[in-house]
């Protein structure tokens, strides 16, 4: 029934910006494609089956969708490193104890992971879900899940680290 | 690095997704190499790190262009209006900040020495102008480190204007405010109830007690039950052009 769609879709509006936002690396960007995604899912509603997770489906639809102009730009498979080369998160030592990132400094590291890592990071780091709610999501093998995520989280991990180590004077703001 | 777990596993075990022989296994290694676990809490904080560098969008209006999409949609259904979608999306909005964010604090008007208590002052101060010239969504300076993002417009059951608004505190942890302010009848904009949000719940702000069991929704419902019907972009490009009149 199209309805449930339509009734539930309100619901998960901000999460989605979140993840859109997070995938494409800037709140414009993240807009546009999740004004995009809400057109798309409005009209292949038929293609969602009821009772099923629509928050999955409207990820998938939002992750083509990204791919697609990835692929329109002639960028398919790249990272967005062009982009954010400025991901220099502070380095006032506050890493050390309890590690704090601002939106910016978030979005420069997943900027620099490839798209299929950055997706499941998204998915299972930031919106909560588990490795096998991932792998029906993304429908993957869930080792192509764990590996691909531990991948993600070591990258990440490692520029956490390098912008904590790096002197604050180098910063420039 | 070379470990005796390697960080599949390890990335497993800190996101809790082991069965309980592996993380047994994980466990024992970790009590044995202070290494491995230097290690797994630094996978461990760099997600948390992600995860709350996110959060604050939730908290961040869904832009009315997405909304026209649901309501182009819904309007090809009779029941449902635009209302309804705004509605939910809002709510949607806040039931996931409260579900995100751990710590709340209530605003209770009167002195206080912090500066996040000085905000609804300091709102007070701007808002005569800015809240008759800032669109919804739009962001503005309030002074030095303050900005104001009007959320939304509606009016209230007794026909008032209200604009519900976030403050953020771009000095400091990036505290926020989030309030409802309504037109009063000499042409003021007064704050009806503003509720304050702490990042960083662990040193609670002077003059501000925790917020007692079940309050995080209570902002949440305040704002539900004032809304009487949601004032629309283009309504509101006209109210501010006649100057809310």
């Known amino acids: 029934m199209p309805d449930e769609l339509t009734e ?21 960007a993240g807009d546009e494609l999740l004004q995009a995604a809400c057109e798309r899912a409005l009209s292949r509603q038929h293609q969602w089956t009821p009772g099923t997770r629509l928050d999955s489906w409207m990820y998938r639809i939002i992750q083509t969708l990204w791919i697609d102009e990835l692929r329109r730009i002639g960028r398919q498979g790249e990272t967005m490193e062009a982009e954010i080369l400025e991901y220099i998160p502070a380095g006032d030592g506050r890493h050390d104890a309890e590690t704090l990132l ?23 780091s930031v919106e ?29 991990t490692s520029l956490i680290d390098e912008g904590a180590s790096r002197p604050a004077q180098l910063r420039g703001s | 690095m070379k470990h005796e777990i390697d960080d599949e596993t390890l990335t497993a075990y800190v996101d809790g997704e082991l069965d309980d022989a ?60 635009r209302k309804h979608v705004v509605q939910l999306a809002i709510a949607a909005s806040f039931a996931l900040v409260i579900g995100s964010l ?23 101060a701007a808002s005569s102008g800015l809240f008759d010239t800032t669109p919804s969504g739009a962001l503005v300076q309030i002074d030095s480190g303050l900005e104001l993002q009007p959320v939304l417009s509606f009016r209230d059951r007794n026909g008032r204007i209200c604009r519900q608004y976030v403050i953020t505190d771009t000095r400091s942890s990036g505290a926020t405010a989030d309030g409802v302010a309504c037109r009063t009848g000499n042409d ?37 039950a004032l809304v009487a019907d949601p ?12 100057n809310w009149r």
């Open chain 1, 8 to 28: 539930q879709l309100p619901d998960l509006l901000p999460r989605l910006r979140r993840f859109a936002i997070g995938m494409s690396g800037s709140r414009d």
């Open chain 1, 102 to 124: 601002t939106l910016d400094e978030a979005l420069g590291a997943l900027g620099q992971l490839p798209e299929d890592q950055r997706v499941i990071l998204l998915l299972v």
């Open chain 1, 128 to 156: 909560g879900y588990s490795y096998k709610e991932a792998a029906a999501a993304l429908e993957l093998p869930i080792g192509t899940v764990m590996s691909r995520l531990a991948r993600a989280r070591l990258r990440l």
């Open chain 2, 22 to 81: 592996s993380a047994t296994e994980v466990k024992s290694a970790l009590l044995r190499d202070p290494e491995l676990r230097r290690h797994a809490e630094r996978l461990h904080g760099s997600a948390q790190a992600l995860r709350g560098a996110f959060d604050e969008l939730l908290a961040e209006p869904v832009p009315a262009e997405v909304l026209d999409v649901l309501e182009r949609e819904r309007s090809k259904s009779p029941v449902q209006g």
């Open chain 2, 102 to 124: 751990s710590g709340f604090w209530f605003a209770h008007t009167g002195p206080s020495s912090s500066s996040v208590g000085a905000w609804p002052g300091a709102l007070e």
């Open chain 2, 188 to 224: 003021r904009w007064q704050v009806e109830f503003a509720r304050l949000r702490n990042p960083a719940p662990a040193s609670s702000p002077p003059g501000f007690a925790p917020a007692s069991g079940g309050d995080s929704g209570t902002f949440n419902a305040a704002v539900n």
């Open chain 2, 231 to 242: 004032v629309a972009p283009e309504q509101e490009r006209e109210l501010i052009r006649s």
